[in-house]
């Protein structure tokens, strides 16, 4: 299973994955072809032709129902007997491979009784129908599944809504892509017979888009494949040199990682730990990375020691001994079995030195865990079967809806189900994705309450907003990060817990700065939402007072008209932005271009500079008292509970918050910005003093914004 031991176009050694395989036979897909040719076997056997595929099965699954491969197979032999591949082999090899690959990594029965037809209803007179009738509603949609991914062209040219369309099905089994996957594995290691502008093309494709999916549905075993091939083909001078290495080393006369893992097993033996003690060459990309990341390579970089284990309890245990008895390198070690990676993949990773310099990593794991470490969601066999609601007939049956939810899916497909549907437009889903999938590592943040959000690595507590409350995140005003004040464009480490501060306002609304700072598909789809249906108003230096819309925006909110008499008729009037004056603040007016008359405060510093430049001074009174929207600056100490204090002292004086942000704390002080909207604009002074009298606050204050220049 490597790009040299099945490429043509690569020719040279088996690679580290061949290696980890050879106690298996290696399978001869032209004379399983041949056999294939010879017609179906009697009705009471296995045809000869799956034998291979059996094996594996058995080798995972001792008691399945065989019967089912057995048809699949007689149906997909003829069905696409007479074709042949572009390398001249019978296309029934391609099926056969596919299901090898699967059956493998422990794949189910119904898994593998769909990728035998998986090409059929394609390429052949098979009907869905057919597929329905022989074999069940199970094995009938999976095959449709993978049927829809073979219509989809995944280039620069795709068509983003068939590919939407097929990641909804796919997340609804993902068996559909486990299949697919396992399909372009076996593609790419026949691609030699095909022009170099096709490889590159379908390399491209394979590395953009596949092998991320690949990652996060947790199939390493397909994923590291994959990348040695499309390295290969897309790096073929990095490729070379990656090779000359491996070769290099493979030579040496001494192997120190052969000596630690021998250490090591001596240190878990008079510890009296039951482990066995492997070694993992590592594949061309990652001696590749690991080249680049530490310069000349040592004997002990070209692999990793794996410890396995039978019980969770076992791999502290191995910890401890291995950190106890030799010398551990701490910064290497992680533990992902308390927290698991986002695509199931759970392992302790710690690494020990010895004398020389050699750093050998280890991974610790119980065997359950790496089957689960390889074959991803493969491993967990068929998330819907349940023996008392859904009898199975051969594939099994399926709810007449088409619906289920499964249990196993990882988090960020069921992430990805939520904010297609929020997504515009199906171009704007195709770019969101295609950045969500370049993302390389995903962490864990920790709710107040004990729940878990996993966020991509530079997520911010914007994308925790989202990420916990969808669309009603809108309100949300603050947030915690360990317990201190933090802004919302704060990015996020891996297990920081964060407390999300929402206000009570339904209408709520976001601010167009925090697309900024939002990186999940979730956030930045809802706020855009959001922003496109409420247009940005125009600004106060552009509309009249009496027409002008309350802003969106938070710290720098204007305040809402209110009726202001000019005795000077036919005049607009404009709220000057510097001073936001509201009643009943004592207010003169100005005379500006275009027949405006700007309205200050009294003591604005801008009506001295206006007197001086000889703006003619314009007399104004307010009208009609109105409800307005004010900006409130809030000086407080750090201490628990504070902004909740603060929320419910404005919620008490019937004052709507619109938006806040505070600020981190400097020196135990915390800046609170509020935009508040006053249904009364004489209220005004006993909202301020209600705030300054909330423990902790010493002072509160109008907004004064920098005037320009007159």
Known sequence: MSAEATNPATPGPITPAAQRRRGRPRIDLRRLGRAALLGPAARDRLPDAIGHVVEAHRAHHPDADLDPLRRAYVLAESSHRGQMRKSGEPYITHPLAVTLILAELGAETTTLTASLLHDTVEDTEVTLDQVRAEFGEEVRYLVDGVTKLEKVDYGAAAEPETFRKMLVATGSDVRVMSIKLADRLHNMRTL??????????????????????????????????????????????????????????????DDPLAEIAEEVRGVLREAGLQAEVLIRPRHFVSVHRTSRKRGEMRGADFGRLLVLVNEDADCYGVLGELHTCLTPVVSEFKDFIAVPKF???????????????????????????????????????????????????????RPADGERADPTRPGWLSRLLDWQEAAPDPDTFWSTLREDLAQDREI?????????????????????????????????????????????????????????????????????????????????????????????????????????????????????????????????????????????????????????????????????RMKSAQRAEVEVRWGDISECRVTLFAESFGRPHLLADLTEAIALEGVAIVSATVEPPSQQRVRHTYTLQLPDAAHLPALMRAMRNVPGVFDVTRAHHPSPTP
């Open 192 to 253: 030699g017979v095909m022009r170099p502008e096709k490889q590159e093309r379908i390399a491209k494709v394979t590395k953009d888009v596949l092998i991320p999916l690949a990652e996060r549905l947790g199939v390493q075993a397909l994923k590291t494949e994959l990348e040695d091939l499309v390295f290969a083909i897309l790096r073929p001078g990095e490729y070379a040199h990656t090779r000359e290495l491996i070769v290099r080393n493979a030579s040496r006369t």
């Open 343 to 397: 695509n199931l993949y759970q392992s302790l990773h710690t690494a020990v030195a010895r004398p020389d310099g050699q750093v050998a990593e280890v991974l610790i794991r119980t065997h359950q865990m790496h089957k689960v470490a390889e074959a991803g969601v493969i491993a967990l066999g068929n998330p819907y079967a349940s023996p008392a609601d859904e009898p199975t007939d051969g594939g099994g049956t």
């Open 444 to 608: 864990t943040v920790f709710r107040p309450d004990g729940g878990t959000l996993g966020l991509p690595a530079g997520a911010s507590c914007v994308d925790a907003a989202y990420a916990q409350y969808g669309e009603d995140a809108h309100a949300c005003i603050g947030a915690r990060v360990n317990g201190r004040l933090a802004r919302l464009s704060t990015v996020l480490s891996d297990g920081d817990t964060v407390q999300l501060l929402m206000g009570q306002d339904p209408a709520s609304e976001p601010s167009r700065e925090w697309l900024e700072h939002a990186h999940t598909p979730v956030a930045r789809i809802a706020i855009t939402r959001w922003l496109a249906a409420h247009p940005a108003p125009a600004t106060p230096s552009e509309a009249p007072a009496a027409t002008r819309r309350p802003a969106a925006e938070g710290p720098a909110a204007r305040p809402a008209a209110a009726d202001v008499v000019v005795d000077r008729p036919g005049a607009t009037v404009r709220l000057a932005g510097c001073c936001t004056p509201v009643p009943p603040d004592a207010i003169t007016g100005f005379a500006v271009r275009g027949g405006v008359v700007t309205v200050h405060r009294v003591e604005c510093a801008a009506v001295a």
